[in-house]
C-alpha cells in the first residue's frame, strides 16, 4: 500500500512538472464597444479571455506597437498586432499593412480667399486633417495649394503643422 501511494505521488509529480509553461499567459487590454481602452488584465490565456470576455471584440492582446493603414484609408496608431487582428473583423475591414508611423499626419488646414481688386482676404475656419504616404511628404509648414483661380478671385487652402499661419 506504502509503495502504491508513493507511486501515485511520483505520478502526480511527473504531471504537475509536465503542465504547461505560463508562456501562453498574455496581458490583454480591455475596451469599450467603440475602442477606448478600460482595463489591463494579465496572466490569463486566450481560452480563459474567451470564457470571460465571450465578445472578441472587447480586448486584444498586448505586445510590442506599430503603425498600420487599414484598407488604404484608415491609419491605426502605435497598435499591436493582435488589436489590428481583432479590428479587422470586428469593424469589416479586409487587410492592414504595417508602415512607419509618420506615414500619416495631422495637420491645420485653411481655406484663403483673396479678391483680387481690392486684395481682401478672408479664411475658413481652421480644420485638422489627415494625410498620409506620399501627402505627406510633400507639405509643409506654410504650404499654400491654389485651389482655384479666376480673374477677380485666388482661392488657396494654406498648411500647418502647429495651427499657426
Known sequence: MK???IALFV?????????KSSTDEYCWQLVDAVGNPINAVCNKTESEMQISYPNTCSYYKLGDEYCWFAD???????????????????????????VTC????????????????????????????????DTVHTLFQGREITLRETTDSLITIQFSNNGIF
Open 11 to 19: 505520478i502526480v509529480l511527473i504531471v504537475l512538472s509536465c503542465k
Open 102 to 133: 509618420d506615414y500619416c499626419q495631422n495637420w491645420y488646414t485653411r481655406q484663403k480667399n483673396t479678391y483680387k481688386p481690392n486684395n481682401t482676404l478672408s479664411f475658413s475656419p481652421v480644420r485638422i486633417e489627415q494625410y498620409c504616404g
Open 3 to 5: 509503495t502504491g501511494f
Open 72 to 98: 488604404g484609408n484608415v491609419f491605426i496608431k502605435n497598435k499591436p498586432e493582435d488589436y489590428v487582428t481583432r479590428f479587422l473583423h470586428c469593424y469589416g475591414y479586409n487587410n492592414a499593412v504595417k
